[in-house]
């Protein structure tokens, strides 16, 4: 059976940029069974942004807190945690990199980017708002957010987001580009496995894919709904295509969006059609 050694492992990235499809890929490949996981048991209430798991194990209401306060209370309920694990934890995060936060020791992270120009779109789906509202909300260094099931978090732009997980030496980071798992997901998928020093086998692999496809999340998410998604959603598992931004923005979105993330947007190998 397929494993990962014990540990805190964050699951990083910009909303939109494939965590919840690495998140199914981690969980079929855990699990081990010969049926697709559960999508809706992908529970937000074990992961360390939970506002039930903060409230049930710090007893305070996290509305009540300034943020300065939340950072400090979330570090130490992440370091209480990560001390204790014999197994390994995937833990999904959109934290901008904080060293008290997700900067903690014997924590690794694996940080997934993707082209911001196909971020904006799907956030603009997920959010049931338009593109335009989706590149401003991308370019806003203050942006925070949160949620029912969620902590309040720091976000920040897409450009300060990357930089802060990718430069930062707190934690060893293997950055993964969604481009390149959806292009070939079992050699980027295996090496993910590799650099964390887990064990599967090829025939492992290939299940967990095939469990995690896309079309097995949009047959569940139809059947049951997902738990995950927002109320102005049509749907979470939309198309999850590469380059899509070349069909749906125009070019002074595009523009717009290489204006502000150029310099970090060619360092992850996303060209630009305006150069700067």
């Not at 048991?41 to 943020?67: A, G, N, Q």
């Not at 897409?158 to 802060?164: E, L, M, Y």
């Amino acid at each position: 059976m397929a494993t990962l050694p014990a540990g805190l492992i964050w699951l990083a990235s910009y909303p939109k940029s494939g965590n919840t499809w690495m998140r199914v890929l981690f969980a079929n490949l855990l699990t081990g069974s010969e049926q697709p996981c559960n999508i809706n048991r992908l529970s937000e209430e074990e992961l360390l942004i939970s506002r039930w798991r903060f409230c049930d194990e710090l007893l305070v209401e996290p509305d009540s807190l300034y943020s300065a306060e939340l950072a400090k209370l979330r570090a130490m309920q992440g370091a209480f945690v990560a001390r204790r694990l014999e197994t390994p934890f995937i833990c999904k995060t959109h934290d901008r990199f904080d060293t008290e936060v997700t900067g903690l020791p014997g924590s690794r992270g694996l940080y997934l980017v993707r082209d911001p120009r196909d971020v904006a779109i799907s956030l603009s789906h997920h959010a049931g708002i338009s593109i335009d509202a989706a590149i401003a909300q991308m370019l806003d260094t203050t942006a925070h957010s949160d949620g029912p099931m969620q902590l309040r978090y720091a976000l920040g732009d897409w450009a300060s987001h990357v930089t802060g997980w990718t430069t930062q030496e707190e934690i060893p980071v293997k950055v993964v580009r969604y481009e390149d798992l959806r292009q070939d997901t079992k050699a980027e998928f295996t090496r993910i496995i590799g650099w964390l020093n887990g064990t599967a086998s090829s025939a492992e692999v290939d299940r967990a894919i095939d469990h995690s496809s896309l079309r097995e999340l949009q047959r569940q998410e139809a059947t049951h709904g997902f738990r995950e998604s927002l109320p102005q959603q049509e749907r979470f598992f939309r198309s999850g295509k590469a380059g899509e931004w070349r069909q749906a923005l125009t070019p002074g979105q595009i523009r717009k969006i290489e204006d502000a993330f150029g310099p970090v947007m060619e360092q992850w190998g996303y060209s630009q059609v305006h150069h700067v």
